[in-house]
């Protein structure tokens, strides 16, 4: 079955930086688009960024554009996510997510989620 495991949370301070990955098995990991998405106390799951199959396009949320980059390797069947100049409303739970369906800035476009991993910026 498909598996996503989230890794490389944390606690930050504000103007740190953090690298999550997100190692993908169970599927042929280059023949799908990958999507961020983050869950912060009392909000609903937002999408934060997106990467095509070959990691030719990506998108982001205006919130994040500028400081977060996403990049996959597709050897190692993985996808990161960059996230420079942290802010105190970047704390979350990010997941990752397998784009199936065609509008990856919705929820409804991902089959598969990882477990989620925390992240903290605070002071």
């Known amino acids: 079955q498909v598996q996503l495991v989230e890794s490389g949370g944390g606690l930050v301070q504000p103007g740190g930086s953090l690298r999550l990955s997100c190692a993908a098995s169970?599927?042929?990991?280059?023949?799908?688009?990958m999507g961020w998405f983050r869950q912060a106390p009392g909000k609903e799951r937002e999408f934060v960024g997106y990467?095509?199959?070959?990691?030719?396009?990506?998108s982001y949320t205006d919130s994040v554009k500028g400081r977060f980059t996403i990049s996959r390797d597709n050897a190692k069947n993985t996808v990161y996510l960059q996230m420079n100049s942290l802010k105190l409303e970047d704390t979350a739970i990010y997941y990752c997510?397998?784009?199936?369906?065609?509008?990856?800035?919705?929820?409804?476009?991902?089959?598969?989620w990882g477990q989620g991993t925390q992240v903290t910026v605070s002071s």
């Open positions: 990467i095509s199959w070959n990691g030719g396009s990506t």
């Open positions: 997510a397998v784009r199936t369906r065609v509008d990856y800035q919705r929820l409804e476009s991902y089959e598969y």
């Open positions: 169970g599927l042929t990991f280059s023949d799908y688009g």
